[in-house]
């Protein structure tokens, strides 16, 4: 059983999988049971009253209340067990603990957010602590989008200009997988983050550090992480290959052509205003996709990430 | 059992000729004796032969789609493209292929002839309805070539308010379409109430009538809601309205109501006439009553009324109140149960029946076995806490292919071969049937199975990339799409050499007792040269195939048929 639960289903990492997965074995394996019944019927009727010749006669057996209401009623029955399970368990699922942590998230087309009580703010990495439940607070700066963990077993989706909300308790440190999972245009299926459980006390180190800038770093290492975290490269390549915005590679000092025709060059003052503003300027070819960094990244921050971009070429 | 009038009607026999000299096909000529048709079975064959189109090129959108997806990143679609394809896929699949398929194509060539009618009642509102269908399908080919859509076939907003596609005129395409879909339910239902021939009472119509009764009334009922709702995104767009953009106050999760409020009683639309072909297909095939005859009429409407009210189980996601999800998911599990119901039923009647494996038979059978994935993991959806894992995911994917390709397309691949000889009077070969038969019954598992545990891994679905983990499920599942292929390839070749040269089909090849195997095949211009009169029901297979060949002669041309044999019948059946 463990083996085709491990085929079949994520590790259970959250306190509610378990819940989630028994339902989803149970009706498994009733489902298997009564397929195979069906099935061996198909197949053994069909040889035992094959057709032997064209005066062959039937029985007229036009119904049988008994057998009849049997099979209404016995999948009834199960149906409702199944009802009544998925539910208790949903209503698990909607029921945040009082004491849980809390957590923003903002769902951008097409990144992950992620605001914590202290001011720390990070991109498409959710940092929490395992062995507590979490409410993450959603909402959406655009379209649709639909956060989700297989690992936690939680999904819901993040609306714009309403919050939802998503709890669990995840209850092992370790790495999992986001997705969005609802359709959010062309690089929906990039909408990807990772979520990292920490030990109470390794969580309280991350967030204690995470937006402190090492200062050991020079500004070209610090751009070149900042870039990293803040998930531009999933719209950004350093290689030249165009992805949903321009490449990095060779742009600095780069003329580039506007939407309305004029031509700017590719200088500090440009590559801020793309950052703090991206839709003041929209580039020739591009769609106006690129989230506001504004209030996310410090002018230190994007002084090193345009120190790096020079250096790409 | 009958309250009515014991009328006595005056009776003959009619055997059907075979071999008929003059018949639909070419009782009248040309081009344009088929544009302006008004005969319920060349309209049939006009909807057959746009419904294969469509499948066609959906078909092979999903090939492209499958063939990207070979690999976890871009291989030769970038996302833009990727996301128009699959968007064309689905809104193709179901507006234009599944809708109207056993409706509009099969139930318009079978349906007045079942009764015993001549045609439906309104017969140029048929043939406006056809024409209804072609103008939503230009509109869309149209939106196809300017420009493409790329919101999925669900059309949410807000992104389909602010994405750059041609929305505009892919909704305006498929709004046009809903109408013709109306004023099919509407013809068929005014039919099914008033064109009966004699003797074919409510309890002696045949199952598929009763199936496409139930989607009638889906039909007439529903796609006004959808009407409504993509007028609605059209005003969004075009006049900025406001209705589902919060910025103006609106709510972008209203949309998804009204959308499926439409959207799952469609599912219907697209299941239930499936239903009525497996039903016939069965008890032919078994050469046996149909058991539970009741049972599988009712469960169809009560399927098509309990499907109104289950649209909330599309969104447990979504943001609507807990209360609301779990009088869905209630309501969901109810609806399985007349499905079940129907599954047991069809079991019952090959049970001492005399099974013959032709071609519709098998496909029948592939359509139990997939139809009981497709409902059983329906079960899985339909349980919340379960569906949260699994909403969105291609374990979705893999479920509504099962009931939409494994139920519906399969219904109507069993359909199609039973009713071929009757549709052209020719019959195909029986051993490419089968092969091909085969084949898309193991492509399709290939192809879908996979899907299942991908899904339930937590791959998401509308992805044009993926993580590594995923990739040996979606190679599976690709060569499971081209083995379909090759499937579907075999049988457009079959078929297309059974009409030019095919052997000549009997009148009723199949032995069946059902009124439309009583006159010539092809069928007579105006289906019977005779008024048909039922005395028994069409799966009275315990009675002699006499009995369901009487009728009241036409004194048509001025003479007189002097009847070869006399025999005096009461309404109710009962006869000495
Ligand atoms: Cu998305
Ligand atoms: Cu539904």
Redesign the pocket.
């Known amino acids: 059983m463990d083996k085709v639960l491990e085929f079949l289903l994520p590790p259970a990492k959250s306190t509610i999988a378990g819940q989630v997965d028994g339902l989803f074995i149970f009706i498994l394996a009733v489902s298997a049971v009564l397929l195979v019944g069906i099935s061996f019927a198909i197949i053994y009727f069909s040889w035992k009253y094959k057709r032997r010749s064209e005066q062959d006669t039937t029985p007229v057996i036009t119904h049988n209340t008994k057998l009849e209401v049997a099979w209404s009623v016995i999948p009834l029955i199960l149906v409702m067990i199944v009802f009544g399970w998925g539910f208790t368990g949903y209503m698990n699922m909607r029921t945040v603990p009082t004491d849980a942590y809390e957590i923003r998230v903002v769902g951008k087309s097409?990144l992950w957010e992620f605001h914590y009580e202290n001011g720390t703010v990070s991109v498409n990495e959710l940092h929490v602590p395992a062995n507590r439940p979490v409410n993450l607070v959603m909402s959406s700066n655009d379209v649709i989008?639909?956060f989700y963990i297989p690992d936690y077993r939680v999904k819901r989706d993040v609306l714009p200009n309403r919050y939802s909300n998503v709890w669990f308790e995840a209850m092992e440190t370790g790495e999992s997988v986001i997705f969005?999972?609802?359709?959010?245009?062309r690089a929906?299926s990039n909408?990807i983050a990772t979520v990292t459980a920490h030990s109470e006390s390794d969580f309280e180190n991350w967030l204690a550090t995470a937006n402190v800038i090492d200062e050991s770093l020079s500004p070209v290492e610090l751009g070149k992480e900042l870039i990293a975290k803040n998930g531009c490269n999933a719209c950004h390549s350093v290689d030249g290959s165009r992805m949903v915005g321009p490449s990095y590679k060779g742009s600095w000092m780069a003329e580039r052509e506007l939407e309305d025709g004029s031509v700017v060059t590719v200088d500090a003052n440009y590559l801020r205003e793309s950052i703090l503003e991206p839709n003041a300027k929209i580039g020739a070819g591009y769609d106006p996709v690129m989230p506001s960094y504004q209030g996310l990244l410090s002018d230190r921050e994007i002084d090193a990430i345009i120190e790096y971009i020079k250096t790409i070429d | 059992m009958e309250t009515s009038a014991l009328k006595r009607l005056q009776v003959q026999r009619f055997k059907p000729e075979e071999n008929p000299e003059i018949h639909y096909l070419n009782s009248e000529r040309g081009l344009w004796s088929w544009l302006s048709t008004v005969d319920h079975k060349r309209i049939g064959l006009m909807y057959l032969a746009s419904i294969a189109i469509f499948f066609f090129i959906g078909g092979v959108l999903a090939l492209v789609l499958r063939t990207e997806l070979l690999s976890p990143a871009q291989s030769f679609l970038d996302a833009d493209v990727y996301n128009q394809v699959f968007t064309l896929h689905g809104a193709i699949m179901i507006f234009f292929f599944l809708v109207p398929s056993v409706p509009a194509a099969l139930g318009n060539f079978i349906l007045p002839i079942q009764l015993g009618a001549k045609d439906v009642a309104f017969p140029r509102l048929n043939l406006a309805s056809f024409y209804i269908y072609t103008i939503g399908t230009v509109f869309t080919l149209v939106a196809i070539i300017t420009g493409a859509v790329d919101t999925g076939w669900t059309f949410y907003t807000p992104y389909s308010t602010e994405t750059g596609t041609n929305v505009l005129l892919m909704t305006l395409g498929i709004f046009i379409l809903g109408f013709s879909s109306i004023l099919t339910g509407v013809n068929f239902i005014v039919t099914i109430h008033k064109m009966r021939a004699p003797g074919m009472t409510w309890s002696k119509l045949p199952l598929n009538v009763w199936s496409l009764y139930a989607t009638s009334i889906i039909q007439v009922l529903a796609t006004p809601v959808l009407a409504i709702t993509l007028l609605l995104l059209v005003m969004e767009r075009a006049l900025g309205i406001g209705i589902f953009d919060p910025a103006l106050g609106g709510d972008p999760v209203l949309f998804q109501h009204f959308f499926w409020f439409y959207s799952h009683p469609a599912v219907y639309i697209m299941i239930v006439p499936g239903f009525g072909v497996i039903s016939e297909v069965i008890s032919t095939f078994s050469r046996k009553h149909i058991f539970g005859y009741w049972a599988i009429a009712l469960s169809s409407l009560a399927i098509a009324f309990i499907g109104f009210l289950v649209w909330g189980h599309h969104m447990f996601t979504a943001g609507q109140s807990s209360l609301a999800s779990m009088v869905f998911s209630f309501l969901t599990f109810l609806v399985g149960i007349p499905t079940g119901i129907k599954i047991f039923n069809w079991l019952a009647t090959m049970y001492k029946g005399s099974i013959d494996l032709k071609a519709p038979m098998l496909y029948a059978m592939v359509f139990l076995f997939l139809f009981t994935i497709g409902g059983f993991t329906g079960i899985m959806l339909g349980a919340l806490s379960v569906d949260i894992h699994l909403h969105d995911t291609y374990f979705v994917v893999a479920h509504f292919h099962y009931v939409m390709m494994g139920g519906m397309v399969m219904a109507l691949l069993a359909g199609l071969h039973y009713w071929w000889p009757k549709m052209f009077g020719k019959m195909y070969s029986e051993v490419y049937a089968r092969i091909s038969c085969a084949l898309i019954f193991i492509g399709f598992n290939l192809a879908f199975l996979p899907q299942f545990v991908m899904g339930a891994q937590g791959m998401p679905r509308r992805y044009f990339n993926y993580i590594d983990q995923f990739q040996p499920f979606h190679q599976l599942s690709t060569m499971g799409a081209y083995i379909m292929g090759v499937g579907f390839v075999i049988m457009f070749f079959y078929l297309l050499h059974s009409l030019v040269r095919g052997e000549k089909a009997a009148s009723n090849p199949w032995g069946s007792r059902a009124l439309e195997w009583q006159t010539t095949s092809p069928a007579a211009p105006h289906n019977f040269e005779h008024t048909p009169v039922v005395i028994h029901g069409p799966y009275d297979y315990h009675k002699p195939m006499s009995e369901f060949q009487l009728g009241i002669a036409h004194g048509h041309h001025g003479e007189s048929h002097q009847p070869e044999t006399l025999e005096t019948v009461a309404e109710t059946g009962t006869r000495p």
């Open positions: 097409w989008h639909s969005c999972t609802e359709y959010c245009g929906h909408m």
